[in-house]
């Protein structure tokens, strides 16, 4: 089958619109048209990671549609069903077997290979491959091959493009804060980075009932957001962040949450823990962060990475649906919608910081 995919061409050229041929669902694939994609991050780092050499790509794997059709051996989603993709896992790797799908020992080999797990391209032009299979969807798409493990089945209620980030960027959020953080409601929680990971752990902070919340950033508008939503905001240009920080909390922050993958920031919410707290990283960015063991971590200090929230998807995005029904995740807040064709658009606008998660609509 043609369809219409925004198709990335090297790390400096925007995306176009262009005609792709997708393949046929084979016996375990899933053939979904896509309602709407969100954009994250990760789209963007990987496609200024990938040289012009590799050829085409089509990236997005925040992907929410409806199924077209299923191979025979697929259980559990019908054509018809509304769902939310995210990330494959194998379901047979020790990590998969233990609870932790998000560290699947197969994960890049699904998730960003470009192809299938047996080396074929479910996406082609003119006869030639092109790069897919992102997150087991790429869903810059208006289809896409997908897989039961990196399915969703929701209720046709749900909205799905405000839904669509479910599937990485706000279950990554949600999920360092409920999933691997874990604060009480005396806990005092402070994000770095009010972006659309940093907002989705916010709110989900605030549902878990935590009395004190702080965010840090430099853009006005995002730091006026955070306190609508019951946070006290540091804009880390004019302020002391790590002495505010800890005037704020009476000595120190219990968990902080980096979402900005900058090194000097992830220092920052080392230094404002106090003793025997918690901080997560999950941001895209420096690769290497000098740590300071003896004053940093001697104090009991934990530094955790985390992928994906610690996501078990089947389980966790109806969990954070399920609070956004009960009014106490609105992640719809939080999403901007584009028409497809303006996907060029909705990446300058979530660079220049104006909007915090733009949904592409197909
Ligand atoms: N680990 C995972 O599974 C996973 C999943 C999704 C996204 N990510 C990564 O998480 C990161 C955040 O994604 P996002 O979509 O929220 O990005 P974003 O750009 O929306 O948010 C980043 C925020 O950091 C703020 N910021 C910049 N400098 C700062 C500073 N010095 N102090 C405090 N804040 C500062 C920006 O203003 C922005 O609001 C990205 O690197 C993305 O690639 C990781
Ligand atoms: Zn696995
Ligand atoms: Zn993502």
């Known amino acids: 089958m043609q369809i219409t995919a925004a198709v990335s061409r090297g790390p400096e050229s925007p995306f176009t619109l262009e005609t ?17 994609t969100g954009l994250c991050h990760t789209d963007l780092f990987t496609k200024a990671a990938l040289p012009e050499a590799v050829g085409p790509v089509v990236l997005g794997h925040e992907g929410a549609g409806v199924v077209v059709d299923v191979g025979s051996r697929v259980t559990g989603v019908s054509p018809g069903d509304h769902v939310i993709l995210s ?4 379901g047979d790797c ?20 470009g192809r299938r797990a047996d080396g074929s391209a479910t996406l082609t032009q003119h006869g030639e491959p092109v790069r897919s299979a992102f997150f087991g969807q ?39 804060v409920l999933n691997v953080l874990r604060p009480e409601s005396d806990s005092a929680v402070v994000v770095f980075g009010a972006g659309s990971v940093g907002f989705a752990a916010l709110l989900a902070a605030r549902s878990a009932g935590v009395a ?13 957001l955070a306190e609508e939503f019951g946070a006290r905001a540091i804009d880390p240009g004019t302020h002391d962040v790590v002495g505010d920080i800890r005037a704020a909390t009476g000595g120190g922050a219990t968990h902080t949450l980096d979402t900005t993958g900058n090194a000097s920031v992830i220092g920052q919410a080392l230094s404002s823990l106090r003793a025997r707290g918690s901080a997560v990283v ?42 956004h029904a009960e009014g106490k995740f609105p992640f719809d807040r939080l ?27 197909w």
């Open 282 to 323: 999950v941001g895209l960015g420096e690769p290497e962060v000098a740590v300071n063991v003896q004053d940093l971590m001697l104090s009991g200090k934990t530094l955790r990475g985390c992928v994906e929230g610690d996501s078990t998807v089947q389980q966790f995005i109806p969990q954070l649906l399920a609070l």
């Open 20 to 36: 792709v041929r997708i393949d046929a669902p084979r016996e375990d694939e899933v053939l979904v048209r896509i309602v709407a």
């Open 212 to 224: 004190t919340l702080l965010a840090v950033d430099p853009v006005p508008a995002r730091r006026a």
């Open 87 to 90: 990330y494959r896992h194998c």
């Open 138 to 176: 790429s869903s810059f798409a208006e289809h896409v091959l997908a897989t039961a493990d990196n399915i969703v089945v929701v209720d046709r209620s749900v909205d799905l493009v405000a839904a669509a980030p479910l599937g990485c960027g706000f279950q990554t959020g949600a999920g360092a």
């Open 335 to 361: 999403v901007t919608e584009y028409r497809f064709d303006d996907i060029n658009g909705a990446v300058a606008d979530q660079k220049a910081g104006t909007v915090i998660k733009p949904v592409l609509v």
């Open 94 to 113: 020790r990590q998969c077997r233990t609870g932790g799908p998000a560290y699947c020992e197969n994960a890049h080999r699904l998730n960003s290979s």
